[in-house]
């Protein structure tokens, strides 16, 4: 399909993106192979593939870093980029940790219901930010401050699993063990996840954006 000036219409999408867009789908790229490696572990125990989850983590944070930075240095802020930005951090901070969870033997029945917990707080503070940005913003554009931690925090959260993998403590080994609560098994150390989804949508923490 052509549009009136004659070019693609997908063509005229790319056309619209700007540099810091693409480090933003960079970031999502990072977030959505973390998801795969964490799968691949899962199905093969090739602990390699764990590590590889693990470390895109960070590298997306860098690449969430720099699109900010960047947008801001060029002046190219626009409602596609932090949309564009939100589905990216979901990827890369919300599903991407609780991916790892799972696949760390965090796979109990309440176990599931916090990482879905951890991913719903994520999703609605990424939501609520994206309404109250504009309000929040100083006339450069740059926001002064967060209500909630920001959802790359997460990545205190994958740094614990990779030091559980280095240090041999997943599945049945993992750190403080399992208990069984009615119907279902909790591992202790998913409450983790609780805490810092409970932190992203305090309304009360305001933390100033650096």
Excluded: Q
């Excluded at 002046?75 to 760390?104: K, N, T």
């Amino acid at each position: 399909m052509a549009r009136p000036n004659g070019r693609p219409k997908h063509f005229t999408m790319i056309r619209e993106f700007h540099l810091a867009d693409f480090l933003t789908l960079a970031n999502g790229a990072c977030g959505t192979g973390s998801v795969l490696a964490s799968m691949t572990y899962a199905a093969s125990s090739a602990r390699g593939s764990f590590y590889l989850a693990a470390a895109l983590t960070p590298i997306a944070l860098v690449f969430d870093f720099l699109d900010g930075r960047v947008a801001r240095m060029r002046h190219e802020h626009s409602p596609l980029g932090r949309e564009l930005d939100s589905l990216a951090d979901v990827i890369s901070f919300g599903m991407a940790p609780a991916a790892l969870a799972f696949a760390a033997g965090m796979r109990g029945g309440w176990d599931v219901a916090v990482l879905l917990y951890f991913v719903a707080c994520g999703v609605s503070r990424l939501a609520r930010f994206n309404v109250t940005a504009e309000s929040l913003a100083e006339p450069g554009g740059k926001v002064r401050y967060f209500e909630g931690t920001p959802i790359p925090t997460s990545v205190a959260l994958v740094a614990v699993l990779a030091a559980a993998a280095w240090c041999e403590r997943l599945g049945s080994n993992l750190w403080l063990g399992v208990t069984s609560l009615g119907p279902c098994e909790l591992h202790p150390l998913v409450g983790m996840f609780a805490v810092s989804g409970s932190l992203m949508i305090s309304k009360t923490l305001k933390i100033p954006k650096i």
